[in-house]
């Protein structure tokens, strides 16, 4: 089981910044991607950023241009920037890990970001 450390959540206000990072506990040569997904209130989990070892990305929609996604190789660390936050971003954002060879995804205990005036 590879351990997801996540940081970076809390309380912004409405056009604010946040920075969430996830550090794993695992070779990156083990590692197919990373990246985040988000669960709101009453609503379903969802992909919000992820990006390979080789450095695609991958963002939902609605975080194009506001969201920026990158990582560490040397530390098997993710970041994700979030610029422009808006209310509908608030929701408990998972660390998400696609390990080479194994079905499961490794996820992190998850973050809580509110964006709220």
């Known amino acids: 089981q590879v351990q997801l450390a996540e940081s970076g959540g809390g309380l912004v206000q409405p056009g604010g910044s946040l920075r969430l990072s996830c550090a794993a506990s695992?070779?990156?040569?083990?590692?197919?991607?990373m990246g985040w997904y988000r669960q709101a209130p009453g609503k379903q989990r969802e992909l919000v950023a992820t990006i390979t070892r080789g450095g695609t990305t991958t963002y939902t929609d609605s975080v194009k241009g506001r969201f920026t996604i990158s990582r560490d190789n040397a530390k098997t660390t993710v970041y994700l920037q979030m610029n422009s936050l808006k209310p509908e971003d608030t929701a408990v954002y998972y660390c998400?890990?696609?390990?080479?060879?194994?079905?499961?995804?490794?996820w992190g205990q998850g973050t809580q970001v509110t964006v709220s005036s």
């Open positions: 695992v070779s990156i040569f083990m590692i197919y991607s």
């Open positions: 998400n890990c696609k390990r080479i060879g194994v079905w499961s995804d490794d």
